[in-house]
């Protein structure tokens, strides 16, 4: 990882726009279990509003960060200025990923386990859990969004799509899709954490050799996307 990259990627996700989205996102979810929590009483909601952030606010902020770091500078072109440096495309993906799990980690996985805490502060142990889930999905959804966004101008758009599609209606309909489903995924892992979190239904070991396939391949297709870019910025 060059650590250059990584502070100009960092700085990419907090300075444009996008990062003032990126911080409504975990303050709603926040917002929200504080509420529920005001109104009803202990324990009553988690699934519910933690399964919204899960489903919901955590792959959006794993998508606007992944864009952030790579789709504007494919963008606009200026993404031929930095491959025209002696720096290995991969390490260039793997540099604004690492930017981008952080922001991830920190604004989706994180509030979820805050978020859990408020709503049920007897049982720690499930909102660590719900954060552990979170780090795990968080970081495929990550890897995955950074690969669109070498792949196609339209990352925003397909990763939507994706989102309230894939993993939130069909996936909610479909029993079999939660062996591609990186929310599933997640909730084995937090499962394990403490059982007071749903199963994703597809095995432990499954599910942790699924998260780390898919991680690595998508970082690895970015780097690789990359060296098929010429320096006239053609895609």
């Known amino acids: 990882m060059n650590r250059t990259l990584f502070a100009l990627s960092a700085?990419?996700?907090?300075?444009?726009?996008?990062?003032?989205?990126?911080?409504?996102?975990?303050?709603?979810?926040?917002?929200?279990?504080?509420?529920?929590?005001?109104?009803?009483?202990?324990?009553?909601?988690?699934?519910?509003?933690?399964?919204?952030?899960?489903?919901?606010?955590?792959?959006?902020?794993?998508?606007?960060?992944?864009?952030?770091?790579?789709?504007?500078?494919?963008?606009?072109?200026?993404?031929?200025?930095?491959?025209?440096?002696?720096?290995?495309?991969?390490?260039?993906?793997?540099?604004k990923f690492a930017a981008a799990w952080l922001t991830t980690t920190a604004l989706g996985a994180l509030p979820l386990a805050v978020a859990a805490l408020v709503l049920d502060t007897a049982h720690p142990g499930r909102a660590l859990a719900l954060g552990a889930a979170g780090v795990v999905a968080g970081t495929v959804y990550t890897a995955l969004f950074l690969g669109l966004a070498a792949l196609t101008r339209y990352a925003v758009v397909v990763g939507l799509l994706y989102t309230l599609f894939w993993e939130g209606v069909i996936g909610s309909v479909l029993s079999g899709v939660k062996w591609l489903s990186v929310g599933a995924w997640g909730r084995e892992v937090g499962h394990a954490v403490d059982d007071l979190v749903d199963a994703g239904g597809t095995g432990l070991g499954y599910a942790v050799v699924a998260a780390v396939v898919v991680s690595v391949g998508s970082v690895w297709f970015a780097g690789d996307r990359l060296r098929s870019f010429t320096l006239r910025g053609d895609e």
């Open 11 to 95: 700085q990419a996700v907090v300075g444009r726009r996008r990062g003032v989205v990126l911080l409504l996102l975990p303050l709603a979810l926040v917002g929200l279990a504080v509420v529920v929590r005001l109104l009803t009483s202990d324990a009553v909601g988690v699934e519910a509003t933690v399964g919204l952030g899960y489903t919901l606010a955590l792959p959006l902020v794993a998508l606007l960060a992944a864009t952030a770091v790579l789709g504007p500078e494919v963008d606009d072109g200026s993404i031929v200025y930095l491959l025209a440096k002696p720096v290995s495309r991969h390490t260039i993906a793997r540099s």
